[in-house]
């Protein structure tokens, strides 16, 4: 009796586990199903490189978005990745430990604001200020960038900051010890030896703003065009799959499954590396 | 007599807890002077305020006097990273730095701006055969340290404390990680190392200690309750509890 119900756990735990597991690999075929197949008849040449996104003329082309959504993250990591990190170095090497409690999940906290109000912020105080003092729409690449830069802070201070905790203390104690500063042990040595979760942290950051939709509709324009400034208004590929889907049928439809597709290669790429990086840095020591 | 370092009336506070009390020491230059007692007793906070380790734990307070060829280490005006310098530490696990063997030898050089390629080159070499590596390591020096196996891990932070050019060596139980084999060898290098380098070991290891210092000091609870000759402390005592640790009664 007592036996069956352990059974009956087990079997009930392993089911949950494998639904997950399932529900992934559910929707990676339906994605796959329906966009691989208008990739291949549209070609892929025209999709990634075609200048010109016109549903209403047949033409598919998502090169301008991919630029977009390429500058738009590369902007957020440029803002956010020095913020972030440098953010962990403090709490871990410069504030004592009672601090740290308090602020580290202070900044945890950001990652539950939910993104939309993160583009409110954008569309009501960032926008505005960037079209006031630095001119264009205001809803630009820059705009996203910041909203994003801000957004990916907690997933980089977070990780970052336990790879830093990581590392021994003993290898602090040895950098001092040999006459260095504080700051000479962080930069020669704590740094070094956590590199792969830095890494890994910058990675996954950068996932999350390839892939965050909401607030980037709301701040970055929307305009479809390949930009010359950070002051031009974009379209991220995520900003296109959320507001055509709604309208879309057909072959258009079709084209912005194929978008996703993309979008999930792309992914599952970054996540790859992140956790080899991680792997290869557990390996190391 | 010729004195590198001279404690007087050293207290030390962990917050409320008196680690040390009243605390004498003096370390002659070029001897081997081994700090010995039970687990507990100060001899390693004793041992770390002589590079002033003890300033990074929170909530240590410190009175008395620490004189390292005459200055007072404590002093306002005394540069912490200069000090260290000057007074070396090998810690109790081997601790070399995630880099490569060369990385760690000229760790020293480059935190002193020294980026001399050829100055760092001859740094490494010397440093590696003073703590008896340079054989096995001289073809391997972009190797990462840990991968090397414990013992020359340790002697390679040794070769680390040795580019530095220190007066002053600690070690902090330096062999408590080794097997016996390897602890022989880093014990015969600290008797070729005290031909140029005043050292200070910590030691739980009371035959250690009597092989190879010239000095010993025996703690308990916070009280340097016998300083001498190590021949006199480990033959003949003075003090009953002394008598009672070296014959293995007690600790």
């Known amino acids: 009796m007592k036996m069956s119900g352990e059974k009956a756990v087990r079997f009930g735990l392993m089911l949950l586990a494998f639904s997950s597991l399932a529900s992934l690999l559910l929707i990676a075929v339906f994605i796959l199903k329906e966009g691989v197949p208008f990739i291949i008849h549209y070609g892929v040449r025209e999709f ?29 990591m440029l803002i956010g990745a020095p913020l972030g990190i440098a953010g962990a170095i403090f709490l871990n090497e410069f504030v004592p430990r009672t601090v740290m409690r308090i602020i580290k999940p202070t900044i945890e906290l950001l990652a539950g604001i939910p993104s939309v109000v993160y583009g409110f912020i954008g569309v009501m105080v960032l926008a505005p200020f960037i079209r006031a003092y630095m001119g264009g729409p205001g809803l630009s690449v820059l705009a996203a960038s910041v909203i ?17 905790g990581a590392v021994p203390n003993t290898y602090r104690e040895a950098a001092l010890s040999l006459g260095a500063t504080r700051w000479q042990s962080v930069y020669m040595v704590t740094i070094k030896a956590a590199r792969s979760g830095i890494v890994a942290s910058i990675i996954l950051a950068m996932g999350r703003a390839l892939g965050e939709t909401m607030a980037v509709i709301m701040v970055a324009g929307n305009a479809v065009r390949v930009p010359h400034t950070p002051l031009d208004s974009v379209r991220t590929l995520t ?12 072959m258009h439809r079709q084209a912005l499954f194929a978008t996703g597709v993309i979008l999930l290669c792309v ?6 590396i992140a956790i080899s990086v991680v792997r290869g840095g557990v390996r190391r020591k | 007599m010729d004195c590198a370092i001279t404690v007087r009336d050293l207290d030390l506070y962990y917050g409320t807890f008196q680690a040390l009390k009243k605390v004498p020491l003096d370390v002659m230059r070029h001897r081997i002077t081994a700090l010995i ?17 003890n ?30 310098k000057r007074v070396g530490m090998v810690f109790q696990r081997p601790n070399p730095f ?41 073809d391997q020096l972009n190797r990462s340290a840990l991968e090397l196996p414990m013992d020359q891990q340790q002697r390679l932070c040794v070769a680390r404390v040795l580019a530095v050019e220190p007066e002053v060596i600690l070690m902090d139980e330096p062999c408590s990680a080794l097997d016996p084999i390897a602890t022989a060898r880093i014990e015969e290098l600290m008797l ?60």
């Open chain 1, 48 to 76: 990634l490189l075609g200048l010109n996104w016109q549903p209403h003329k047949q033409e598919y082309g998502i090169y301008p978005m991919i630029i977009s959504s390429l500058w738009v993250t590369i902007g957020a």
């Open chain 1, 148 to 164: 994003l830069g801000i957004m990916i802070l907690p997933t980089i201070i977070s990780i970052s900051t336990d790879a830093i």
């Open chain 1, 239 to 250: 900003a296109n799959i959320a507001m055509e889907m709604g309208q879309a049928s057909g």
């Open chain 1, 267 to 272: 992914i599952m790429l970054l996540n790859g």
């Open chain 2, 37 to 53: 007692g039970p687990s507990g007793c100060g001899k390693s906070t004793l041992l770390r305020t002589l590079n002033r380790m």
């Open chain 2, 55 to 84: 300033d990074l734990v929170p909530g240590v307070r410190i009175q008395g006097q620490i004189l390292l060829e005459g200055r007072d280490i404590y002093a306002a005006d005394m540069d912490v990273c200069a000090l260290r």
């Open chain 2, 98 to 138: 995630p880099l490569s063997i060369r990385d760690n030898v000229t760790f020293g050089l480059r935190v002193a701006g020294q980026t001399d390629r050829d100055v760092q080159d001859e740094v490494v070499e010397q440093s590696l055969k003073g703590a008896w590596l340079w054989d096995q390591l001289k």
């Open chain 2, 192 to 251: 070729d190392l005290k031909t140029r380098y005043t050292i200070v070991i910590v030691t739980h290891n009371m035959q250690q200690a009597a092989r190879i210092s010239d000095y010993s000091g025996y703690m308990l609870l916070g009280d340097m309750v016998e300083f001498g000759a190590t021949s006199g402390v480990f033959t003949s005592p003075k003090d009953k509890r002394t008598q009672d640790y070296v014959s293995g009664r007690y600790g």
